[in-house]
């Protein structure tokens, strides 16, 4: 009998099951069960897109596009960039990609050698650590604390960096935290690298998602910055476009070109007909991301204010569709609590030690979906919270 592991990459038999997919294996088998778990848009994709997609079928425009992307797709980015956060590109410094996870990939792999240093504020999504790890680099944590909002702070920065720092993670607004970096705050930051060599990857996936008063500053943006900058973005979120896999990369057109080379290679290009539909998403449907928007942030206002009441104390998240609950009162590590509440009260949340350790003592929940969906969690929720305290 063939012993398999014997023949596997050393660096992947050392990444563990993420622990959202158990948590989801876990909530699949049960059936009356509350899933606030995955960040998954709980909206249809907008008629206005899906019709182009379909237009396009019919049309038999089926074939490969240009492994770069298709022209009229990457004026459509550009010219939204430039309406929307006041960054100006040319098309040939945009990549499109299958979904913003292949543009994290893409640039990891051509821009990390053995043993450079990514700088990885934490807790954040899970996929850039064993990426990088996989492109035979080093990964330091910074640990992002509540008491600054879950900001990266410049000092916290400073501290972190060698002389075999690469690339810095920006991932704001952030998963799991709902954190956001103001103009303020990234001007520090960019003070901090402004004279080395370090690049930035600035992962916007929910840039059209944030609350209140505050509108999405990218780093990209900060006078001196463009230049080191690779904005990472993408359709899944703000258009609730998850199952049409399409992103996108911009950045200095020497990186772009390199990355668009490994592309061709991988995947050869994006999948064509959600091009044609994503063109119609970036000309068309500015008022369809605002109208998403406005019911997330009634969800997130409602979801805040339940917890709090029922003693898991939030902050005020005020980006994606994501809140960072505080469990530590309740004296159990974040996965026990999230076992016992799937197990006891049939709701599905995240740990949130499973974006990295210092996401322990909390818990990831998504407020993309219903509100009546919301309103039964959070009774189930409060109800385990009674349970814990007469226990």
Request: glycine share 6%.
């Amino acid at each position: 009998m063939i012993d398999y592991e014997k023949y596997l990459n050393n660096t992947m038999k050392n990444i563990p099951l993420s622990l959202i997919e158990k948590i989801s294996i876990m909530a699949s088998e049960i059936d009356d069960c509350i899933i606030l778990g995955v960040g998954e848009p709980d909206f249809k994709t907008p008629w206005r897109i899906r019709e182009a997609g379909i237009e396009s079928l019919e049309k038999g425009k089926t074939w490969y596009s240009p492994g770069v992307g298709l022209e009229p797709l990457k004026k459509a980015i550009c010219d939204y960039q430039k309406r929307r956060f006041h960054l100006e590109y040319n098309t040939d410094e945009v990549l499109i990609t299958v979904g913003g996870s292949e543009g994290i990939d893409m640039l990891f792999r051509v821009m990390l050698n053995p043993n450079d240093e990514v700088i990885l504020p934490t807790p954040c999504y899970v996929c850039y650590d064993p990426i990088a790890k996989l492109c035979g680099a080093k990964v330091v944590e910074v640990p992002l604390k509540q008491e600054n909002d879950f900001k990266l702070k410049a000092e916290d920065l400073k501290a972190a960096i060698t002389d075999k720092t690469k690339i810095l993670v920006l991932p704001f607004p952030g998963n799991p935290t709902g954190a956001i970096m103001e103009e303020g705050d990234l001007l520090e930051i960019a003070d901090v690298i402004r004279d080395t060599d370090i690049f930035v990857m600035t992962d916007e996936i929910y840039a059209e998602l944030t609350y209140g008063e505050y509108k999405h500053v990218s780093f990209a943006s900060i006078p001196g910055m463009r230049e080191r900058t690779i904005v990472i973005n993408g359709f899944s979120k703000a258009y609730a476009m998850t199952g049409w896999r399409l992103g996108y990369a911009m950045g200095p057109k020497t990186i772009i070109d390199y990355m668009s080379t490994l592309h061709q290679f991988a995947v050869i290009c994006a999948p064509t007909t959600s091009q044609y539909a994503a063109v119609v998403a970036m000309n068309e449907c500015d008022d369809e991301i605002e109208t998403m928007r406005h019911q997330y942030d009634m969800r997130r206002r409602f979801l805040i204010n339940e917890l709090n009441s029922i003693g898991l104390p939030c902050y005020n998240a005020r980006g994606a569709f994501y809140v960072f609950a505080d469990i530590r009162n309740t004296g159990m590590t974040s996965e026990k609590f999230c076992e016992k509440l799937l197990i006891d009260r049939h709701v599905a949340v995240i740990p949130g030690n499973a974006f990295g350790t210092a996401g322990e003592g909390f818990i990831r929940i998504s407020y993309s979906y219903s509100l009546d969906h919301l309103m039964e969690a959070t009774k189930r929720i409060g109800q385990f919270m009674e349970d814990l305290k007469n226990e």
